[in-house]
């Protein structure tokens, strides 16, 4: 089971990316999915998740309004649309996959599987 996360680079504070997380198995149709991140220095946090169904979605405050998390589950992959990009958004990005409750204002449960990382940068 691997999920290979892609999409990272340099971009300028105000622009737009996206990030795709592909699995290697169709039984990722079953778990909920989330985008983390690592800046430097920094501990890992949560940027947002998704729900099996796709019809509920949890982001952090910090980027609510400007990243949008999708998932299309018959190509296997998540989306993080990243749009107006701050410079405290340069991190390592991060997808994982779960068995993973999406709740209104926070989630539970056991992220099982973790991408590889992709690093975006912001430049002020």
């Known amino acids: 089971v691997q999920l290979q996360a892609s999409g990272g680079g340099l971009v300028q504070a105000g622009d737009s990316l996206r990030l795709s997380c592909a699995a290697s198995?169709?039984?990722?149709?079953?778990?909920?999915w989330g985008w983390f991140r690592q800046a430097p220095g920094k501990e890992r946090e949560f940027v947002g998740g998704?729900?099996?169904?796709?019809?509920?979605?949890l982001y952090d405050d910090s980027v609510k309004g400007r990243f949008t998390i999708s998932r299309d589950n018959a190509k296997n992959t998540l989306y993080l649309q990243m749009n107006s990009v701050k410079f405290e958004d340069t991190a390592v990005y991060y997808c994982?996959?779960?068995?993973?409750?999406?709740?209104?204002?926070?989630?539970?449960?056991?992220?099982?599987?973790w991408g590889q990382g992709t690093l975006v940068t912001v430049s002020s």
């Open positions: 994982a996959a779960g068995t993973v409750y999406i709740g209104a204002n926070t989630y539970t449960g056991d992220w099982l599987y």
């Open positions: 198995e169709r039984t990722f149709s079953t778990y909920a």
């Open positions: 998704i729900n099996r169904n796709g019809d509920r979605i």
